[in-house]
């Protein structure tokens, strides 16, 4: 479909080990649609298929079975490659090049005529915060810089959509936000951005659709503000008790809820859902504390990637594993 | 298609050229043609039989090693190293990406062989001795021979490891020069040895075609100090050379067609 940026259906990828006769089922079957313009993060643990897919949809690997389409082109097309950037997971590019000679070799291949590419690896170069570094050869860089030259490379040809496989792995604070705020540019101009990433902060900060996948599988799929907001898990209540109340004397209002915290005079508690919340609070009054906050609890991104991750694979979560990076 | 396979070809260069072990290889071929000078003082007579003879092989020698020790890593390394995945993103197609890496080490073993070469005639000259036609076409040769050891690496290369291509790439390289010895000897062998080796010489490329001083063609004597090889005899080693060169570049091609860059 023409108003698709990506079009992925039932996406199978066998790996076969011909020694050995062993079956890795990296993709059983992933399905979705990116629309043109959005930023569209696709989450999951290590090993749940993210780079695999990233990999199929660019031409790396042959998927088993299903189809997919790029800009309405079938996969591999060079008319599709045209219009598309790439940036591979921990990117490794040619280390006896400067940033530079990177983007120009990738201007290159991309037809560019020498003025242009000239004048497009400069600006590229300056907007990824390199231009210091320009001489340098790659294999001076740190693995945050080369992320940024990989990000160079894969903008020479002001792609329609830009394909980013883990593009904050590697980078400090200031450099992932560098990175989200070019991703957040790269929207308004009307590109589309699919990007991987297990960092879910940079998830629900910028992304207008999210897929997380596990096991090789769609877990879930929709809007940050879709997947999370369906139902109220709690409500959190703060509330400030009279000064003097010993500990033991805040059981009454403890009684029933789910969880509860008490630094000095304040409390923090999460009622069930389906609690009487007037009535809790009416008895908290009565006992002299003052309402500081009452907010329903939503499920965040982080809780359901748990819970779906977990969900679709019991071994991880006897392991502890498939645990999101939170970022600081 | 021809910007894209240059570009990658300009590249393989630039690799190739910021790699400090063709240095110590050019200093090898300059210092065994400083051996011919030496070695020729002490012939007194044939000061410019030994240079040609000792330049010649140095190139034939030298640089089908380098194109041995640079075509099993090519295509290997591109893929262990996730190189490609940056490139194959990109709107070139496989089989360009194959061309260009050839066409690029093509490019540094010609600057090799044409830095031997000069080292070489350099030396003639030294020498008073003349440039033949017959020493040109023997660096011709010597040119086409290193050319296709180069595509032999390549090939293996796009399905093998580095340590088992040059196994394989060194293996084809002496069989094919030594072709003519071992049908001589098969000839004296039992029917089926015959039979075994004729198949088995049928599939490595006839490398003897390109150093062919010393040898008796059509019951002549050739050297390339006398009665060299005419032109057209060049030309078809040439074609000859051509042929398994792009039999092999297209067999590379699809192997690495079907591969998977996971």
Redesign the interface.
């Known amino acids: 479909m023409e108003d698709l940026a990506i079009d992925v259906q039932d996406l199978a990828k066998t790996?076969r080990t011909p020694l050995a006769r062993k079956k890795v089922e990296a993709l059983r079957g992933v399905s979705f649609t990116v629309e043109r313009g959005q930023i569209f993060g696709f989450v999951g643990p290590n090993g749940a298929g993210k780079t695999?897919t990233i990999?199929a949809l660019?031409?790396?690997?042959?998927p088993t079975s299903g189809t997919a389409s790029l800009l309405g082109h079938p996969l591999g097309s060079?008319a599709a490659?045209?219009r598309?950037g790439?940036?591979?997971e921990?990117?490794?590019?040619?280390d006896?090049?400067t940033v530079g000679?990177l983007c120009d070799?990738?201007g290159?291949?991309?037809?560019m005529p020498p003025a242009a590419r000239r004048a497009r690896a400069d600006e590229l170069i300056a907007k990824v915060g390199l231009a210091g570094a320009r001489g340098q050869s790659l294999k001076k860089f740190s693995k945050g810089m080369l992320q940024r030259a990989?990000l160079a490379?894969?903008l020479m040809n002001d792609p329609e959509l830009v394909?980013l496989d883990e593009p904050m792995s590697g980078l400090d604070p200031i450099g992932r936000k560098e990175v989200r705020d070019l991703i957040l540019e790269l929207r308004d101009a009307g590109k589309t951005v699919f990007f991987s990433t297990h960092i879910l902060s940079d998830v629900e900060a910028i992304t207008d659709r999210v897929a997380i996948v596990a096991k090789g599988r769609i877990q879930a799929l929709g809007t940050p503000g879709e997947l999370v907001s369906r139902s109220v898990r709690g409500i959190d209540v703060v509330v400030r008790l009279p000064a003097g109340l010993a500990a033991g004397d805040d059981a009454a209002l403890i009684a029933g809820a789910t969880s509860a915290r008490r630094v000095g005079d304040e409390l923090s508690l999460m009622l069930p859902a389906d609690a009487d919340v007037d009535s809790w609070l009416a008895r908290a009054r009565a006992a002299g504390a003052k309402v500081v906050q009452v907010a329903p609890r939503h499920e965040t991104l982080e809780e359901l990637f748990v819970r779906r991750v977990t969900g679709a694979d019991p071994a991880l979560r006897e392991a502890g594993a498939g645990q999101p990076e939170v970022a600081p | 298609m021809i910007?894209?396979i240059?570009?990658i070809a300009?590249?393989t260069f630039?690799?190739a050229a910021?790699i400090r072990v063709l240095y110590g290889i050019l200093v090898i071929v300059v210092g065994s043609n400083l051996l011919a000078l030496f070695l020729g003082e002490l012939a007194q007579h044939d000061a410019d039989r030994v240079a040609r003879d000792v330049g010649l092989a140095g190139i034939s020698l030298f640089g089908s090693l380098t194109a041995i020790f640079l075509g099993v890593f090519l295509l290997y390394t591109e893929v262990s190293?996730?190189?490609i995945?940056?490139?194959?993103?990109?709107?070139?197609?496989r089989w360009e990406f194959v061309l260009g890496k050839y066409a690029g080490m093509g490019i540094v073993l010609s600057v090799l062989v044409g830095v031997f070469a000069l080292a070489m005639l350099a030396m003639l000259v030294a020498q008073g001795a003349p440039v033949t036609s017959g020493v040109v076409k023997a660096l011709v040769l010597a040119w086409l021979e290193v050319v296709t050891v180069a595509a032999i690496a390549i090939f293996f290369s796009s399905f093998s490891t580095p340590f088992l291509s040059g196994i394989f790439a060194l293996g084809m390289w002496v069989i094919g020069r030594l072709t003519p010895d071992l049908e001589a000897q098969a000839r004296a062998a039992a029917p089926w040895i015959r039979t075994t080796t004729r198949i088995a010489l049928e599939i490595v490329p006839d490398i003897h075609l390109f150093a062919v001083s010393g040898r008796t063609l059509d019951g002549a004597a050739v050297s390339v100090h006398g009665e060299f090889v005419p032109w057209s005899y060049v030309a078809l080693a040439a074609a000859h050379g051509a042929g398994w060169i792009a039999c092999l570049i297209a067999l590379a091609a699809l192997l690495f067609h079907r591969r998977?860059?996971?």
Do not use: C
């Open positions: 790996y695999t990999r660019m031409g790396l690997v042959r060079r490659k045209r598309i790439f940036l591979p921990s990117p490794y590019f040619y006896y090049l000679e070799l990738a290159r291949l991309f037809g990989g490379q894969a394909v | 910007a894209r240059w570009a300009l590249n630039r690799e910021r190293r996730r190189t995945h940056a490139i194959v993103a990109k709107p070139i197609s998977d860059f996971a």
